[in-house]
Nanobody, 126 residues
Framework: QIELAESGGGLVQPGGSLRLSCAAS????????IGWFRQVPGKEREGISC????????YYAESVKGRFTTSRDNAKNTVYLQMNSLKPEDAAVYFC???????????????????WGQGTQVTVSS
């Protein structure tokens, strides 16, 4: 069974930074594009970033562009989401998701991703 596991969430003050990790078991992430999503209770899940495994191309939602950076370390089979200049409105449960690279369109629609982690909570508060 393919499993993704997010880690690195926590409490941070506005303006602070966090780095989330998405690690995989049972699959080699070299062959998968990874998306990052977040969800606030009562709202739809929002796609915020994704990264290709072919060339490392990244895509960002306007809400996080310039503040968040997605990267991957294939040797560690891990993808990262570096979040800087965090705002209270960034507080959410953050999820990573995977889709085989050959199916990847650069989309941030959750329906296009096949495998999901359980999420990690990010709280931004003073």
């Amino acid at each position: 069974q393919i499993e993704l596991a997010e880690s690195g969430g926590g409490l941070v003050q506005p303006g602070g930074s966090l780095r989330l990790s998405c690690a995989a078991s049972e699959i080699n992430l070299d062959y998968f594009a990874i998306g990052w999503f977040r969800q606030v209770p009562g709202k739809e899940r929002e796609g915020i970033s994704c990264i290709s495994s072919r060339d490392g191309s990244t895509y960002y939602a306007e809400s996080v562009k310039g503040r968040f950076t997605t990267s991957r370390d294939n040797a560690k089979n891990t993808v990262y989401l570096q979040m800087n200049s965090l705002k209270p409105e960034d507080a959410a449960v953050y999820f990573c998701a995977a889709v085989p690279q050959f199916e990847f369109t650069g989309s941030l629609f959750e329906s296009e991703y096949d495998f999901w982690g359980q999420g990690t909570q990010v709280t931004v508060s003073s």
